[in-house]
């Protein structure tokens, strides 16, 4: 129901984030950098490093530990129940599924939801990408058939109106900075996406076990997309970052809004002086993003939440100290 965006803005904008997105992701890397490098010391210093799959030592389980990690012979032999530690892998691979459909094209705070979708894309570039580390995408325009996998090197892949896409995953620091350049120069356009279709795209073909992040506001039914992301829990860590902006959460009081649905074009007429609409409004945008949570949380993935009219960047680094925090006494989530 939050898909409503305003037809006027209030305030002009800057230029369209393609025509300055070389700048951008130049400050956006100093930002990173400067903020969160300092936080993460080590070679595998993602969001959710992964747990590696070489058998390691064994410990006491802990509320919270994953029971498929159990250690049998041990717990068989002390009658007290083991699971059994892993070695990190020497090389971490790291996908990015970002939803760039229709209703991310809009923001009332400080920036737009698909600037901060490219602002968490090379947050999680530059933090997983050294050491060899790989790091590929799937980007999601709208609904439709998937598009072969292409070079981005030299710029943005030609994505067209019902296209989903795919940059293979590649190593090294210059190849992360094409990836992004190609996440940010991608066009929005019309229609609705599939953000199923999106997800499944990384559980097609088989990967090694790794990272996976999908970025969107998950304003897709959930049932859309909640087998998908219970399916690629099973091989991956993955971490979801849904991305909000302010007034899918509350209608401000301005009298007759007119608002259009950006992936369906509809336009209404809403009178937000009535209280009792507000609160409404209001009550079913909590209850829809409960069921977000929900379904995240029942698929396996940790949960990070973004919003437009807040520094991204302290919510991240405050999201990676937590998740840090609870690896360290045991827990995931």
Do not use: C
């Amino acid at each position: 129901m939050a898909r409503a965006a305003a037809v006027t803005s209030p305030t002009p904008r800057p230029a369209p984030l393609a025509d300055r997105s070389e700048a951008v992701l130049s400050r956006l890397q100093l930002l990173v950098t400067r903020k969160l490098d300092g936080l993460l010391q080590g070679d595998y210093a993602g969001l959710l490093p992964g747990p590696g799959s070489e058998a390691g030592e064994s410990r006491e389980y802990r509320p919270g530990d994953d029971v498929r990690r159990m250690d049998w012979p041990v717990t068989a032999r002390t009658t007290t129940p083991h699971v059994r530690r892993t070695v990190a892998d020497r090389e971490l691979e790291t996908w990015l599924a970002l939803d760039l459909s229709a209703s991310l094209d809009f923001g009332t705070g400080q920036w737009l939801k698909r600037e901060v979708v490219v602002a968490a894309a090379a947050a999680i570039t530059h933090l997983t990408v050294r050491g060899g580390n790989r790091i590929g995408a799937v980007i999601g325009t709208g609904g439709g058939a998937s598009a072969p996998a292409r070079r981005w090197r030299g710029g943005p892949p030609p994505v067209g109106p019902g296209v989903l896409t795919r940059l293979p995953a590649r190593s090294g620091r210059k190849e992360a900075q094409g990836l992004l350049r190609a996440v940010a120069g991608t066009a929005i356009q019309p229609g609705r996406g599939d953000l199923g279709a999106l997800i499944e795209m990384l559980n097609r073909p088989p990967r090694r076990r790794g990272v996976a992040v999908v970025v969107s506001d998950f304003l897709a039914p959930a049932e859309q997309w909640a087998r998908p992301m219970r399916k690629l829990r099973v091989r991956h860590d993955v971490l979801a970052i849904e991305v909000v902006d302010p007034r899918e959460l509350e209608l401000p009081d301005v009298g007759v809004l007119p608002v259009v649905d950006p992936e369906s074009g509809e336009l209404h007429e809403v009178q937000t002086a009535d209280p009792r609409l507000r609160q409404r409004y209001a009550e079913a945008a909590t209850a829809q993003r409960a069921t977000i949570a929900a379904a995240l949380r029942g698929a396996g993935a940790a949960h990070l939440r973004l919003r437009t009219d807040r520094d991204w960047l302290l919510d991240m680094v405050r999201f990676v100290a937590a998740q840090r925090h609870a690896r360290t006494r045991g827990t995931t989530r």
